[in-house]
């Protein structure tokens, strides 16, 4: 998609541009996010440089540094964005914003010895890392 983007719109605003990424190229990068998450760096580094070269396409901000990129297309990074999607949907799950029919149930923890609040979530432990890193980690079977 980036690619196409490339090739078809040689001199494109800015705003123009960031329309076509959030819709064309991000879509792509974020699909299924709260299904399977990128744990390990060289898969998130792959992804960054996905937004990485994606910005270099704007000629107004082509030699300024990633950061700064980002800073001026106001764009987060795409880990931010994985992690702030996470929360967004633990939050519906915890406050009943789906059909409890079918949505996941996440275990509460039960225990107070510890200080923490009535919202603490309890998490089970896994031998592969396969299941550690999903976002269900906490619904039990």
Not at 58 to 72: A, S
Not at 98 to 104: C, F, G, I
């Amino acid at each position: 998609m980036l690619g196409l983007i490339k090739r078809n719109f040689i001199h494109v605003y800015t705003d123009a541009f960031l329309q076509l990424y959030k819709t064309l190229v991000r879509s792509h990068l974020e699909y299924a996010n709260c299904i399977w998450n990128h744990y390990r760096q060289h898969l998130i580094k792959d992804f960054e440089k996905i937004q990485m070269r994606a910005s270099r396409l704007i000629p107004d901000v082509k030699n300024l540094k990633y950061e700064e990129r980002l800073r001026y297309l106001k764009l987060p990074t795409l880990k931010y964005r994985r992690i702030r999607g996470d929360m967004i949907q633990v939050y519906k799950l915890l406050y009943n914003k789906y059909d409890s029919n079918v949505s996941l149930h996440l275990d509460r923890s039960v225990g107070n010895r510890t200080r923490g609040n009535s919202l603490k979530l309890c998490t089970k432990r896994f031998q592969y890392d396969l299941r550690k890193y999903t976002f269900t980690v906490s619904q039990s079977y």
